[in-house]
């Protein structure tokens, strides 16, 4: 008994050991994640770009002031957690945001991160810099920002002009990363540099992106990946099949159709696949300052020739959403009602009866079987895109009007959308986990990303007005009141919200899919390969 009682203690002592060990290891550092892209970006500035393609690559070269916790799956203002900044407090009328900012941390060429690179940044961002932006498409994001102000080199604070209890989320945003002051604005554009858990290797156009492991990063523990990889290949089902075969660890997230998950899943059944809605639409983007389309009653008869079913059916195999500018519930906290939503101008069920009034008022307006109006419809050139452009185009034939496809190359989509040179388009929402974002991107009158030209002094006077409110039962119907006026201005009809999968090896860990936002979950600091 006695031997046996002593032999007992050392296998526990190594029962115990192993489990210690076990659990610090959990997280096995090391390894190349390798991914795929749909498209070249123009650039890897942040500040900007206004697609993900950019974005999701760049947003772990850099650190944000605060962010939104990359595992909680649906993005809110409880989710958001301290990055560069260690908390923040309000002073008492709600317009002064303080954040003590975290020492020690540097920059990936060696230079200290100080209060001033959050002061430039923000300079920057308003315009108040020497040094510009080429684009600046959320400068309207912070037309209630005064002034930011430094209290010695390691607290900052946001002055605003009036209580905006949402401002935290534009901080937060994968869009809001703090820029190096010692750095020009052009330089980061092909050279960024930042102080998130990875370093910026190179940008090939049409061919990839590099990162690397940021050995001096302030979580002395992460990242636990060497670096991630980004092939970029245009063609969906060529992806598919280079990731069956083994050449990708995982697929570009939001990315796989029905079609495409199918194939996965037959063909790779040991495959991690979650299927998860977007949180930004497909839309019809008209422009209001070209005739004829700066008639109200043509865009309203545009948006009863819809058939917002008919997308998700098709385009989607079932697996869409019907919504308006804000996401659908449950995973959108803003989403309308359904009640409500059937209540605006084309979300009708008679899809039929809705479209005897659009050519009526085409009718009316000159229009008929003799006399159809004919326009380009633009898109970018990715299937994303194409393809429900080419049934956008199809059901545009019900109110009299014939278009003509015109895809175009990203890297000169948007900057076309963003100088109006186009009459239809189709596009993608302003997306945005909360209202401020999504209505000032895109809704205010002359806001840099305010790609339609619309502009309804009403409506700038309830964003203000819902921007405002602290109750968010009441700011909802504040919001769902504002969707309606835009829903009847035609401002930029949502045709429908998509759902598509990310596919991953099992050996892919700790990677949290965000089910209102595909900007926010990229920082990859927490991903690891166990093989």
């Avoid at 901080?171 to 052009?186: D, E, F, K, T």
């Avoid at 495959?271 to 983007?285: D, I, K, W």
């Avoid at 229009?367 to 299937?383: A, C, E, F, I, Q």
Wanted: proline share 7%; aromatic share 10%; net charge neutral.
């Amino acid at each position: 008994m006695a031997l046996q009682f002593r032999s007992a203690i050392p296998a526990s002592l190594l029962l115990i050991t192993l489990l210690v060990a076990g659990a610090a290891f959990a997280q096995k550092p090391g390894g190349i994640l390798k991914m795929y892209s749909p498209d070249s970006p123009a650039s890897m500035s942040i500040h900007e770009e206004i697609t993900n393609v950019a974005q999701g690559p760049m947003m772990g070269v850099f650190n944000n002031l605060v962010m939104f916790d990359q595992h909680v799956k649906q993005n809110s203002l409880q989710s958001i957690v301290p990055d560069l900044a260690t908390g923040w407090s309000w002073n008492e009328d709600g317009t002064e945001l303080s954040l003590p900012l975290r020492q020690g941390v540097k920059w990936h060429d060696g230079q200290p991160f100080t209060a001033d690179d959050v002061k430039c940044t923000w300079d920057l961002l308003t315009g108040k810099s020497s040094d510009k932006l080429r684009v600046n498409p959320r400068k309207s994001w912070y037309a209630n920002l005064d002034r930011v102000t430094t209290s010695g080199e390691y607290e900052v604070t946001f002055h605003l002009k009036r209580p905006q209890p949402a401002f935290l989320t534009f901080l937060a945003s994968g869009y809001s990363p703090v820029y190096p002051c010692h750095v020009p604005a052009r330089d980061m554009r092909s050279h960024p540099i930042g102080t998130g858990p990875f370093k910026f290797v190179e940008f090939k156009p049409n061919e990839g992106i590099k990162v690397t492991r940021n050995t001096d990063y302030w979580k002395k523990d992460r990242p636990y990946l060497d670096g991630i990889e980004y092939t970029i290949i245009r063609n969906s089902s060529t992806a598919v099949l280079a990731f069956i075969a083994g050449t990708f660890d995982m697929t570009v997230p939001f990315s796989l159709t029905v079609p495409l998950l199918k194939d996965v899943s037959g063909q790779m059944p040991q495959a991690v696949c979650e299927m998860s809605p977007e949180g930004v639409s497909r839309t019809l983007a008209i422009n209001h300052r070209v005739a004829p389309f700066d008639k109200r009653e043509l865009r309203r008869a545009m948006t009863l020739s819809l058939d917002r079913k008919a997308f998700i059916d098709i385009i989607t195999a079932g697996n869409g959403d019907i919504g308006g500018v804000m996401q659908p519930l449950p995973e959108g906290i803003w989403g309308m009602p359904p009640e409500i939503l059937r209540a605006l101008p084309g979300y009708l069920p008679d899809v039929q009866k809705s479209r005897t009034e659009a050519r009526q008022i085409m009718e009316q307006l000159g229009y008929g079987p003799g006399n159809r109006l004919k326009v380009k419809v633009m898109t970018r050139d990715v299937p994303s895109f194409r393809n429900p452009a080419v049934l956008l185009i199809d059901q545009l034939k019900e109110a009299y009007i014939d278009g003509d496809l015109e895809p175009v190359d990203t890297t000169n989509f948007f900057p076309r959308m963003v100088r109006r040179d186009f009459s239809v388009a189709l596009s993608a929402g302003a997306g945005g986990n909360d209202p401020d974002q999504g209505l000032y991107t895109t809704y205010v009158c002359n806001a840099e990303n305010n790609r339609m030209g619309y502009c309804n002094p009403e409506v700038d006077e309830a964003t203000d007005r819902q921007s405002r409110e602290a109750d968010q039962e009441r700011r909802k119907r504040l919001v769902w009141e504002i969707e309606r006026k835009l829903a009847e201005d035609g401002a930029q009809p949502a045709l429908y919200y998509n759902r598509e999968a990310t596919c991953r090896q099992p050996y892919v860990k700790g990677l949290t899919i965000i089910v209102n936002s595909i900007y926010n979950g990229y920082r990859m600091e927490d991903v690891w390969l166990d093989k």
